[in-house]
């Protein structure tokens, strides 16, 4: 989307807030186990902690590079790339998580805005079936609250409603563009469960505990003089 400014654009989070990125997460510490022993795979996590820190996001790929080392005479090795590129995420959407992009979609232009690398994330997206569900509309960056001014040059429009399972990143795109965002927290996955006990300012504007939620939502509710909206906790 280029040209004249919508007055609205939305703009959604992939892992844990359209698919279940904790389950791949954990389906793919057991296949790790399961082929090279659980000593191994805590190896291939603490790589993949090491990597997080040094870059910024979750590199699986750049991870099971660095896992090889020692390895290269182990069969199930060339396995794991096939395992990871050819992962069936289309079956870890969260239920009706393409519903909820079709009824946005329906009321403003819908944009996938998320952090990874080049390489995976993509393809995540891609299997998943959310490329096609936005019509192409993706953007993917290291911090996607560092590149707010980059998002606004593709994507020009008078209000943004950013839904994500983290608040923390929440509150930071929040105070960066004050009233023309409306926050939107999906309580989904573990960081969302981390941050319960947290307090998060600016606190998010709603408050969902799933995603399929938003499927009850008008655009009213998301523009700057609706009243801000919060679930008890469960």
């Excluded at 408050?207 to 655009?219: A, D, P, V």
């Amino acid at each position: 989307m280029t040209g004249a400014a919508a007055s609205l654009v939305f703009l959604l989070d992939v892992d844990n807030t359209l698919l279940d990125n904790d389950r791949f997460g954990a389906e793919l510490g057991d296949t790790l186990e399961q082929a090279f022993g659980a000593a191994e795979r805590e190896r291939y996590w603490t790589i993949h902690a090491q990597l997080r820190d040094e870059c910024g996001f979750a590199d699986y790929l750049g991870a099971l590079q660095r896992f090889r080392s020692g390895l290269d005479n182990e069969p199930s090795l060339l396995q794991m790339s096939k395992y990871l590129l050819e992962y069936p995420f289309a079956e870890r959407l969260y239920p009706h998580a393409l519903e909820t992009i079709a009824h946005l979609r329906a009321q403003a232009p819908t944009v996938i805005l998320s952090d990874g690398d080049v390489v995976f994330q993509p393809r995540k997206i891609q299997r998943a079936g959310l490329w096609d569900a936005v019509r192409g509309e993706v953007l993917i960056y290291l911090h996607k609250q560092r590149m707010l001014v980059a998002m606004q040059q593709r994507y020009p429009a008078a209000h943004y409603v950013m839904v994500d399972d983290k608040p923390q990143i929440l509150a930071e795109m929040k105070q960066q563009l004050g009233h023309r965002l409306t926050t939107v927290f999906v309580r989904q996955g573990h960081y969302a469960a981390a941050a319960a006990a947290a307090t998060i300012e600016p606190a998010p504007d709603i408050t969902i505990s799933r995603i399929g939620e938003l499927r009850e939502r008008k655009l009213g509710d998301f523009l700057p003089s609706a009243p801000v909206i919060h679930l008890p906790a469960d």
